[in-house]
Nanobody, 127 residues
């Protein structure tokens, strides 16, 4: 059974940085996509970024391009989301999710594609 766990959230001042981690366990499948999503109070879940092990290509939402970066450590089955120049509007619960297996060249940030979800980690950007 696939298990996904996020960590790394917290309180940070505007302009600061955080790195979220997503550990994927319980699957022997080498080809999959990992997506990061976020949900602010009263808003729908929003796709932030994704990464696929098939091609290592990445995708970003326009709202985070140039500020967020997704990467992976395959040996640790971990995908990271480096978040720089954080803004108040980045405040949300951040979720990691897996589309397992996934054999496409490019991943998608559509939450409906992802079947395995972590519990989420809170990111608060405030002075």
């Amino acid at each position: 059974q696939v298990h996904i766990a996020e960590s790394g959230g917290g309180l940070v001042q505007p302009g600061g940085s955080l790195r979220l981690s997503c550990v994927v366990s319980g699957s022997s499948e080498a080809s999959y996509a990992i997506g990061w999503f976020r949900q602010a109070p009263g808003k729908e879940r929003e796709g932030v970024s994704c990464f696929t092990t098939t091609t290592e290509l990445t995708r970003y939402a326009d709202s985070v391009k140039g500020r967020f970066s997704i990467s992976a450590d395959n040996a640790k089955n971990t995908v990271y989301l480096q978040m720089n120049d954080l803004k108040a509007e980045d405040t949300a619960v951040y979720f990691c999710a897996g589309e397992i297996p996934f054999y496409g060249a490019m991943c998608y940030v559509d939450p409906q594609r992802y079947g395995d979800w972590g519990q989420g980690t809170q990111v608060t950007v405030s002075s």
